[in-house]
């Protein structure tokens, strides 16, 4: 029965976000204009001589860009819709639905973004196409690939969902949210493969949740290894669980400090 | 017969932050916050029968809605205790979500870019309906409600009042035991507002649901409800009968005239009216309806005089808590 509840829950917010498809798909492009200007940038750092920076080669390099990009952007505004729920007082409604409010943004947030993810994709991907050419990729990585991907999105839900509960208290969660932000950026490495960082750097942000979302399964993508593979998975699953009840547990001390305006 | 909700001592207070003007004003609240309390509900007891309509009526920002935010536990008290349907709201909120259902005029529910039938369905498989059984519902509240031909059309393009009765309709279609209803008919006119007051009757009719009505508009309330609660800063200052409150309190009209000429002076020679000169040929005359009839008053006034324009209105809800503190009424002297 929660099941069936929270597919509904799903199958209506893709129907309602079909409206804003043309959106996505204008924020989709702009984020290829900035794979654009990475993929000349990186083409400039090889230049003729380098082949193989940190294991990775230019074409490596760009597909790995496409992934993170894609992954990091794809939630698109969560924490600023949570905001506006919180401000404007709609909040009220979904706490008075006979349903979770962490599991309802979720089911009704993935949809649009692995919607969105898919268009940043394809278009990444073409431009990656033309530019470097493809990369190798063994056909049956591909699954494991996709579910790390997924649970990379699911990782950043969990991130974001528990800095958006905490402006049912602050009113306003943004500034949070920009700080995360940026740490996916460097830390996350969505910027720039980890490898490429010092080495006590390296192994300080990949010991960190933040590769999960971004390093680890685009690493996955364009350096397939299977004993890594059941790693990352293993790794997001634990941090996955672990920002999940990070995330209740904020839900449920902000929950009682939430103010209800207008109205 | 039983009592669905029990409230006690409750209380409710906000910090708001205080903020002082300019960038130095920012900074030092960033660094400082000042915070000034607001008492939102001041110690309030009630309760309420099973299949009673009862209107929270009371001045913008009285604590009206507030308090109908605890009573269904999306907002957690300071003080007091809350019982309803034998729940606890703060603790057991989505277990007593299944058994109540909640309009708020200013916050919608439905899906805005989908056509309702989308957001009935889904309230069906979000409160567990079986299938006939909400079939069944879905009929009889369609014909109720009148919406066979705007079931599939997108909310967004449905007016205010073809909104609020699909709002509606999605709160009851899990047959809720207790409705809710928060400012329903805030921005309606009034052939909406009426059809909204006759569906709320009907419910509470045919159902037996408890109705928990909030209003800043005396007239919604006065219509609909048996019993009256009038909030005021946060303090219960009437609760009894809508007939009681009628007898003693509402039982005035108030009439204003502009006359066509320059007038300063309006006698009416009449016992039960006060006449009040607000300037500018304009008049406001207070008219003692257990005594007079407003008929004759506007009979009397347009023999006297061409009027340019003429309103009949009840008296605003500030002026009545205002005679409920001070007991005080309009004069009876004659003019």
Redesign the interface.
């Known amino acids: 029965?929660e099941l069936?509840?929270y597919s509904?829950?799903a199958r209506?917010s893709i129907?309602?976000n079909?409206?804003y498809v043309k959106d996505f798909f204008m924020s989709s492009l702009f984020i290829g204009i900035i794979l654009f200007i990475f993929i000349q940038l990186w083409t400039v750092v090889y230049g003729t001589e380098a082949e193989v920076i940190e294991g990775f080669t230019l074409g490596m390099m760009i597909w790995y860009l496409v992934l993170t990009e894609s992954i990091v952007t794809s939630p698109g505004r969560l924490i600023e819709d949570i905001g506006a729920e919180v401000q404007?007082?709609?909040i009220?409604?979904h706490?008075?639905?006979?349903?979770?409010y962490l599991l309802f943004k979720y089911v009704t947030t993935m949809g649009s973004t692995v919607l969105r993810f898919v268009m940043t994709f394809i278009i990444g991907a073409l431009l990656a196409f033309f530019f470097v050419g493809g990369i190798k990729v063994t056909l049956w990585s591909v699954p494991i690939i996709i579910l790390s991907l997924f649970l990379a999105l699911t990782l950043h839900y969990a991130f974001m969902a528990a800095i958006g509960v905490m402006a049912f208290w602050l009113e306003d969660a943004e500034s949070l949210y920009l700080l995360y932000q940026k740490t996916i950026f460097v830390f996350g490495g969505m910027f720039m493969p980890l490898d490429i960082f010092p080495a006590w750097l390296e192994s300080v942000s990949k010991a960190l949740p933040f590769s999960y979302v971004a390093y680890y399964p685009a690493h996955l993508a364009v350096r397939f290894d299977v004993n890594e593979a059941i790693s990352v998975v293993g790794m997001q699953i634990v941090w996955i669980s672990v920002l999940s009840v990070i995330a209740w547990a904020l839900y449920r001390f902000c929950v009682?400090?939430?103010?209800?305006n207008?109205? | 017969m039983d009592h669905v909700i029990k409230v006690q001592n409750l209380s409710k207070r906000f910090k708001i932050k205080q903020k002082g003007k300019g960038v130095s004003g920012s900074i030092k609240s960033f660094f400082a916050p000042e915070y000034k309390l607001v008492t939102a509900v001041n110690n309030i007891s009630f309760s309420v029968k099973q299949g009673e309509i009862v209107g929270f009526i009371g001045p913008n920002g009285a604590g009206k809605s507030t308090a109908i935010k605890m009573m269904t536990g999306i907002l957690y008290p300071d003080q007091g205790s809350i019982s309803v349907l034998g729940y606890d709201p703060q603790q057991q909120r989505q277990e007593l979500a299944y058994h109540i259902g909640t309009v708020f005029g200013q916050k919608p529910q439905l899906w805005y870019h989908l056509p309702p039938i989308d957001s009935f369905n889904l309230f069906a498989a979000i409160y567990d309906l079986p299938k006939s059984e909400y079939e069944k519902r879905l009929n009889l509240l369609v014909r109720l409600f009148e919406v066979e031909d705007i079931l599939q059309q997108p909310v967004r393009k449905l007016s205010l009042g073809q909104r609020m009765r699909c709002e509606m309709m999605a709160s009851l279609l899990h047959k809720p035991k207790i409705i809710f209803l928060d400012e329903p008919t805030i921005g309606m006119d009034i052939l909406v507002r009426k059809k909204i007051r006759e569906l709320i009757k009907e419910l509470n009719e045919k159902e037996k649901t408890t109705i928990i009505l909030t209003s800043h508009d005396l007239e919604d309330v006065e219509q609909v409800c048996e019993r009256i609660v009038i909030i005021n800063n946060g303090k219960i200052i009437y609760d009894g009968p809508t007939v009681k409150l009628r007898e003693q309190y509402l039982h005035w009209k108030r009439i204003k005239i502009i006359f066509a000429k320059k007038t300063n002076e309006l006698k009416l020679g009449l016992r039960y009216c006060t006449v009040l000169n607000k300037g500018n040929d304009e008049f406001e005359i207070n008219v003692d309806t257990r005594h007079e009839r407003v008929q004759k008053v506007i009979e009397r006034i347009m023999s006297l005089q061409a009027v340019e324009d003429i309103t009949i209105i009840d008296p605003p809800i500030e002026e009545i808590i205002q005679e409920l503190f001070q007991k005080r009424h309009y004069g009876t002297r004659k003019i």
């Open positions: 029965m069936a509840k509904a829950l209506i129907g309602n079909l409206v404007s007082g709609t009220a409604q706490l008075l639905k006979p349903y979770h009682k400090r939430i103010t209800i207008g109205g």
